[in-house]
């Protein structure tokens, strides 16, 4: 044995103990380098976090004005145009809005109208042979739609950017807001559970440092045709007039109001007629059965 070598770890015999101060031992794995936020949920390898630039988006419109117009697209697989749906949203800062739709193509229907006055919501719908024909939504239908506007299309934006890869290929100044260019980093394919095809996303998008999707423009390639024949859908979005939209009452308000109180009208008439047939009925059947009618 070598003399000493029992101090190494208790001390020697008699003396006192001694202790040993510990040494940092290096690691081979160096600390990470934080990378650069461009904006919430977003770096300069993309879309990072969905749901943070989804949440962003929606703030940066809540309690704001704004207009969004939202193009559909489905083509056949040599690019020709199958159907093709327009459609304009404007929304108050008070959450009052107005939608207008527009349908080309293989469908019955050809425009559709929705505006909230905060009271009620109203529908004008329009199909292929011209004719329009006006009602007041259900309850559920308007907290459906008001939900559907109050989210601003960050559910929309959410989806698209799980289901796809983007990375920063640019940046500009716009009025003094930094705005990134994201473009399609690779493809991925995602299955759809709702019909069982699998779909090629990309995505292209601008966004403001502050988190607002000004635009995209999302493809999917469908793996089979999907309805009519469609090979590809293309969905293109645009944010604009940013606290600066008004929603106006449409042309046709005071018709659909004329035409829907006309209607509760009618209805009005036919349920008293149908209940004065009943009692008279009623009537007659006691007094040939010898029965005193009722008062």
């Not at 919430?40 to 969004?68: M, Q, W």
């Not at 800062?93 to 293989?106: E, P, V």
């Not at 292209?204 to 988190?211: H, L, Y």
Request: glycine share 10%; charged share 25%; hydrophobic share 35%.
């Amino acid at each position: 044995m070598l003399a000493g070598c029992n101090g190494v770890f208790g001390g020697d015999a008699g003396g006192p103990e001694r202790t040993l101060t510990p040494v940092a031992v290096p690691t081979d794995e160096p600390t990470p380098t934080p990378v650069p936020q461009l904006a919430p949920g977003l770096t300069g390898e993309g879309v990072v976090n969905a749901s943070v630039l989804a949440a962003a988006h929606d703030a940066t419109l809540d309690g704001a004005s704004y207009t969004e117009r939202r193009t559909v697209t489905y083509r056949a697989r040599n690019g020709t145009p199958i159907r093709r749906i327009e459609s304009v949203t404007r929304v108050a800062d008070d959450g009052r809005f107005r939608i207008t739709k527009r349908w080309n193509g293989s469908t019955s229907l050809r425009r559709a109208a929705y505006y909230d006055d905060g009271e009620r919501l109203l529908v004008a719908t329009t199909n292929a042979g011209n004719a329009t024909t006006y009602r007041r939504a259900s309850s559920g239908t308007v907290a459906a739609q008001r939900s559907s506007v109050a989210a601003a299309g960050s559910r929309r934006i959410e989806t698209m950017f799980v289901a796809s890869e983007t990375v920063v290929a640019g940046r500009t100044e716009r009025n003094g807001t930094t705005v990134y260019r994201l473009v399609p980093a690779a493809s991925r394919r995602t299955p759809d559970t709702t019909i069982g095809l699998d779909r090629s996303v990309s995505v292209r998008a601008d966004i403001t440092e502050q988190g607002l999707v000004r635009s995209y423009t999302l493809t999917q390639r469908l793996s089979g045709e999907g309805a009519d024949g469609a090979a590809t859908i293309v969905v293109s979005t645009r944010y604009t007039r940013v606290g600066a939209t008004d929603v106006e009452r449409p042309p046709w308000y005071g018709i659909a109001l004329a035409a829907i109180d006309a209607a509760a009208s009618n209805r009005s008439v036919t349920e008293t007629e149908t209940g004065t047939t009943m009692t008279a009925a009623t009537r007659t059947t006691r007094d040939r059965d010898g029965l005193e009618p009722r008062a």
